[in-house]
């Protein structure tokens, strides 16, 4: 078990200093993210039209989604240059540790991009996203590990197609459909400032639904990189 | 001959209805250098790769010490070089290797990859991104790469693409070092001068099947250019 974390952690950290090296994929990333929030708010005025208000959360995963999309489709074409992917398969790591140290680079990836949107979201969609913070990022960082474990998964499985930045977000926003529900409806009530009462069964899908997809991905991304 | 340290039992391989490798069988004998030769296309990448755990055999069986090929088992002890040269562009030379040395669990990590870097010249460039170096310079970090974890059998597919004279003399001299450590190569190549310098044993196959295996000799390193010719 500590090797494979220890593995996982030498995929993630390599990752990381890559990405903070070329920066190719966050700036891409953040930079979209900033004009959706912008162009939203334009669109819907949530500032005039308060009943907006309430569709905060699901505009905000809206804009996740599709922001972590273009996180995971370097996921695994990153290592395409100079075969890198095979250097990884020959090694003696694991398939499950491979999966998890991407989960985990990426998943913190989607994470700053996120905390980084939050104080502008805030403003142009007048909403105070400071109200229950710690319940707020609980739901960001399950939220977030359920969308990358499966986009890691399936940036697998799409990365040498090269219609990968078509085919990924077809095969991941179905998949993602559960979570994203529980993530909308959690956000939209933190956001509000009201309790979670019953909605606490939406966290507790959310939990269940990153565990299964998590051991699902560790067991098969080895069979889909073989495949 | 040594015990064999890799064994090819019947071995086919097919992509899509083509068979790439067919009814293979071949001893590769433990300490020694093999000389995987043979014309485009006759296989030779392919058998790589499944020695190296990349590919499965569609058919038939890889015996890797006397026990059945097993990637979990096996990966650790063997180190390649393929056509790619499964290096991060955007880390540098040290970061590489230091990358690959925690993925292979190498004790005394940080000796062994600066040891690495001055074996193969690149000293001056440790700290430099690999996407600063020069085709040449990147090989023989690959080939660091490739021995960082002293593997047991060493698998090269057209190890000298793009080394200068005195890097492929640097490479012939690591492969002997290697063999004289008990170390197992297999060289694919097209340098048939170079590789017939080296080698132990030759196997040339021809259209996926094995047409000669055999000790290297004399004859073979005085002509190396007939070498097809003689052996058909």
């Known amino acids: 078990m500590t090797r494979l974390l220890r593995q996982a952690w030498t995929i993630a950290a390599k990752d990381l200093r890559t990405e903070l090296r070329n920066k190719e994929s966050i700036s891409a990333a953040l930079s979209f993210t900033l004009v959706v929030i912008l162009l939203f708010s334009f669109a819907f005025d949530p500032v005039g039209n308060p009943d907006v208000r309430e569709q905060a959360g699901g505009l905000l995963w809206i804009i996740y989604l599709f922001s972590g999309i273009l996180l995971l489709n370097r996921t695994f074409s990153r290592e395409a240059a100079n075969d890198c992917l095979e250097a990884l398969v020959a090694s003696p790591m694991s398939g499950a540790a491979l999966f998890l140290g991407k989960a985990v680079s990426s998943c913190l990836l989607l994470l700053v991009l996120e905390l980084a949107s939050l104080p502008l979201f805030g403003v142009f969609y007048a909403v105070t996203w400071t109200n229950d913070f710690g319940m707020l990022l609980l739901v960001l960082v399950l939220g977030s590990w359920g969308f990358t474990v499966i986009g890691t998964l399936f940036s697998a499985v799409t990365a040498n197609n090269r219609l990968r930045e078509l085919m990924l977000p077809l095969l991941v926003f179905p998949m993602t459909l559960p979570a994203l529900l529980a993530c909308v409806e959690l956000t939209s009530l933190i956001l509000l400032g009201e309790p979670l009462g019953d909605s606490v069964a939406w966290l507790k899908l959310l939990f269940g639904f990153d565990v299964i997809f998590t051991l699902l991905g560790a067991v098969l991304l080895e069979v889909v990189l073989l495949a | ?232």
């Open chain 2, 1 to 232: 001959m040594s015990a064999s340290a890799i064994a090819l039992r019947d071995v086919w391989k097919f992509f899509g209805e083509f068979p790439a490798v067919r009814a293979l069988n071949l001893d590769i004998p433990s300490k020694g250098i093999i000389a995987l030769l043979g014309r485009n296309g006759a296989g030779k990448t392919t058998v790589l790769r499944m020695i190296a755990g990349l590919l499965r055999p569609s058919r038939g069986e890889i015996l890797i010490g006397g026990a059945p090929a097993d990637h979990e088992q096996h990966a650790a002890s063997i180190g390649m070089v393929g056509h790619g040269q499964w290096l991060y562009d955007d880390l540098t030379c040290r970061e590489n290797l230091a990358f690959f040395a925690r993925l292979y669990d190498v004790p005394s990590a940080t000796e062994k990859v600066d040891h690495w870097i001055r074996e193969v010249g690149l000293w001056t460039f440790r700290d430099s991104r690999v996407n600063q170096l020069s085709r040449g310079m990147r090989q023989r970090l690959t080939i660091a790469r490739a021995l960082l974890h002293s593997p047991a059998i060493l698998l090269l597919d057209e190890p000298w693409t793009s080394l200068d004279d005195r890097a492929m003399d640097l490479l012939s001299s690591l492969l002997l070092r290697a063999q004289s450590e008990n170390h197992t190569v297999v060289v694919s190549s097209h340098q048939l001068k170079e590789t017939l310098q080296i080698a132990t044993h030759l196997a040339v196959v021809d259209r996926g099947r094995l047409v000669f295996n055999g000790p290297n000799r004399d004859e073979f390193r005085q002509s190396p250019h007939d070498l097809y010719q003689r052996i058909s």
